[in-house]
T-cell receptor, first 112, second 114 residues
Framework: NAGVTQTPKFQVLKTGQSMTLQCAQD?????MYWYRQDPGMGLRLIYY???????DKGEVPNGYNVSRLNKREFSLRLESAAPSQTSVYFC???????????FGSGTRLTVV | DQQVKQNSPSLSVQEGRISILNCDYT??????FLWYKKYPAEGPTFLIS?????DKNEDGRFTVFLNKSAKHLSLHIVPSQPGDSAVYFC?????????????FGTGTRLKVLA
């Protein structure tokens, strides 16, 4: 099925470990986004990429890095995980934001 | 400082009745608004949108109203169905850097009672 695929779906990390969350879309969308969802906080934008080769910070970029590997793939890296990064992470993409984003099903990350 | 607020964390409605979900925003530069629906363990899915040049947009059972002077939008679901039970997020944006970056509210959990 066409859409946004996130891997892994679940992950437990120890404080200080690193990991990369993967995201790929097969809809030929130009823009891609990473959000985190926390209880009582809604969805907050971490980083986005308006087009292949560009990335920009969102509301909460500290502690994260991103790579727009090609038009399809946009990865999110935690270099040194902290318990405050325990969250559900959503990747999204769009061709024209006026029609809304297509979201992946999320990665639930726990940092202990 | 939250720019998009959904002040009701939850709402319960009887099946067949109207559900009204509210959203307030503070940034007068926002010019495009979306509503998303989210089921547990799934990503949000786009429901309906409205541009600041309109005050109403309908799509089947869903209608979004925008009051720019009050910086308020609402989503009406008529009639409500048990399958509508989900968390609803409103999102607002202005176009910057060649794309729309949406700011999301905290969500309202709707429960439709059979």
């Amino acid at each position: 099925n066409a859409g946004v695929t996130q891997t892994p779906k679940f992950q437990v990390l120890k404080t200080g470990q690193s990991m990369t969350l993967q995201c790929a879309q097969d809809m030929n969308h130009n823009s891609m986004y990473w959000y985190r969802q926390d209880p009582g906080m809604g969805l907050r934008l971490i980083y986005y990429s308006a087009s292949e080769g560009t990335t920009d910070k969102g509301e909460v970029p500290n502690g994260y890095n991103v790579s727009r590997l090609n038009k399809r793939e946009f990865s999110l890296r935690l270099e040194s995980a902290a318990p405050s990064q325990t969250s559900v992470y959503f990747c999204a993409s769009d061709w024209d934001s006026l029609f809304g984003y297509t979201f992946g099903s999320g990665t639930r990350l726990t940092v202990v | 400082d939250q720019q998009v607020k959904q002040n009701s964390p939850s709402l319960s409605v009887q099946e067949g009745r109207i559900s009204i979900l509210n959203c307030d925003y503070t940034n007068s530069m926002f010019d495009y608004f979306l509503w998303y629906k989210k089921y547990p363990a799934e990503g949000p899915t786009f429901l309906i949108s409205i541009s600041s040049i309109k005050d109403k947009n309908e799509d089947g059972r869903f209608t979004v109203f925008l009051n720019k002077s009050a910086k308020h939008l609402s989503l009406h679901i008529v009639p409500s169905q048990p399958g509508d039970s989900a968390v609803y997020f409103c999102a607002a944006s202005e176009r910057t850097s060649g794309t729309y970056k949406y700011i999301f509210g905290t969500g309202t959990r709707l429960k439709v009672l059979a």
